[in-house]
Structures are given as structure tokens and as C-alpha cells.
């Protein structure tokens, strides 16, 4: 494969502890910045990347890689988890914790979950992409940031997020990636 | 962490540090031991956080939850002001769902009228 000399890239490997999406948050803004991405820039990827960190560690729970490329405006993340077990999406409403919604109708819900336990696979994402890309909690989180985008309210942009799925080059695991643009340059 | 009583039915609790996977937990139950007696106002000062993830943003959520089915309120001081905080708010929809007070002074006059 050709490799562009203008791409940077570099990751990092963490074992599956809470603290894990602490350090790769300094390690990827460390970096980010050594590259010469603005703060404003390194924001909402290090949020994505953060989330995505988090979820592997709570929903595969094996050792884990977060691989970082910036060319050009595109910062380009990705997280690989080792587990033998195929992700699915979890299915559940965004208020599933109170049981019902609230009052004032259903609000964002901020738990995390892209990446599910093995167990009954009874709501395939074909199925359900719609619901849980809306009530899923890490898509909860990162879809109203595509709708931010699009209604023209932040300067940054997400340009795409992959759904958790088989890493290409492996038999075990999970890789779920994201784009990020730089807007500021 | 830090609690304070304003007045006798009003406390103030201070974060500071991320709030995210790893630390959710014990500050969920700080909250949970100084909030025990069921305070009308829960003033959550935010303005040292220097990270929310969605585990921080589930844990507000909850306070918020908890608060009113004590028949309290939970209010948020320094989240307008600290971007950190502000950011993540914005990129989910929440600063409408959640009582952002500009600062400690005006809501504790608010909260005396």
C-alpha cells in the first residue's frame, strides 16, 4: 500500500481499565498538538476518541489499540478491540434506565454501550439502525453531533463513524473509526 | 470534592478533575451521602471540570433524576462558563434540560426571592 510521506500516524495500546480513556485523551492531545492541531481542532477528537476508548474497554474488556492519522484537515481515529466476540448494537431506549421517558420527552441519554455482551442477538442492526442510532448511548453521543453539523451550529466536523465492526486484518476483534475535519485552516 | 451548606435546605457540591469512566463511581456516591437527607436545591459547581464524557453527562442526568423525585432541584453553576463542560452539553442537546445558573451569586439571590 502507498503511503502518502504527508501522513502522520502513530498509536497506542491500553489494557481494559477505567483509567484507559483518561490517559488516551492526554496521549492523543500530546500528539495532536506535536502535529499542529489546533486546540479548537483536537477538541472533538479527542471527545470521539475518548467515547470510543471507553466503550471498548466496557464492552469487549480486552486490551485494546487507538491508532491516530492526520493528513492534510483529516484527522482519522480508530479504536480495535481483541475480542472473539462480534459486536452488536444494543438496542434500548434512551430512558431505558428510568424505565420510562421523561415527562418532557425523550432526551438524550448519555450511557455508553456501542458494544454489546454476547447474548441474545434477538434485534439485528438491520432492523433497528434507526433506533439505535438515535437511542444507542454511544451514538447518542456522537449522532447529535452530526446534527450540530448539519444545522450549521459548530465549527467542527465529524465526517463519518463506522458502526463497531470485524477488523479486516484479523480473526478476533472489533474496530470502530472516525473522521474528523479541521476546520480551522 | 467538596460539600457546602448554604442554607439549611440548599448544599453545594464542587467537582473537580474529568468526570468519566474512572471517576463516576466515587463521585456518584459522594453525591449519593451528602444529598442523603434530600435537599430542596442541589447546586452541582462545575467550573473545575476539566473533562465530561458520557459517563460524566449519565451521572448529571441521574443527580437531576434523583433531585426531583426527592421533590428537589438540581441546578448547575460554572457549566455556561467552563467550555469543558459547556461543549459536550451543546454537542448533545442538554443545556435546555439541565438549570444552568450564570453564576453562584445569582442563583442563591434566585433561590432566596
Known sequence: ????????????????????????????????????????????????????????????????????????????????DHSPRPPRLQPHSLNRRAGTRTADGPRPRAALGLRTAPGRQDHPCRHHRQQTARSHPGYAWLNPVRDQVRAGKMRKCLLALSHPGPSRDQAAGATTAALCRMTSR | MSSRWLRPHIVLIAICGDLDMATTPQVTAYLAEHTATRPQHVILDLTEVEFLAAHGVQLLLTAQDNAQAGGGRLHLVGASTNRRVHYPLTVLGLTDHFDLAPDLATLLGNLDT
Open chain 1, 1 to 80: 500500500m502507498k503511503v502518502s510521506p504527508l501522513r502522520r500516524t502513530t498509536r497506542w495500546s491500553y489494557a481494559p481499565l477505567p483509567t484507559a480513556a483518561g490517559s488516551a485523551r492526554a496521549q492523543l492531545s500530546a500528539q495532536l498538538l506535536a502535529w499542529g492541531v489546533g486546540e479548537d481542532d483536537a477538541e472533538p477528537a479527542v471527545l470521539i476518541a475518548s467515547e470510543l476508548v471507553s466503550n471498548a474497554v466496557e464492552h469487549a474488556g480486552t486490551a485494546l489499540e487507538l491508532g491516530v492519522s492526520f493528513e492534510g484537515s483529516v484527522i482519522s481515529l480508530t479504536v480495535r
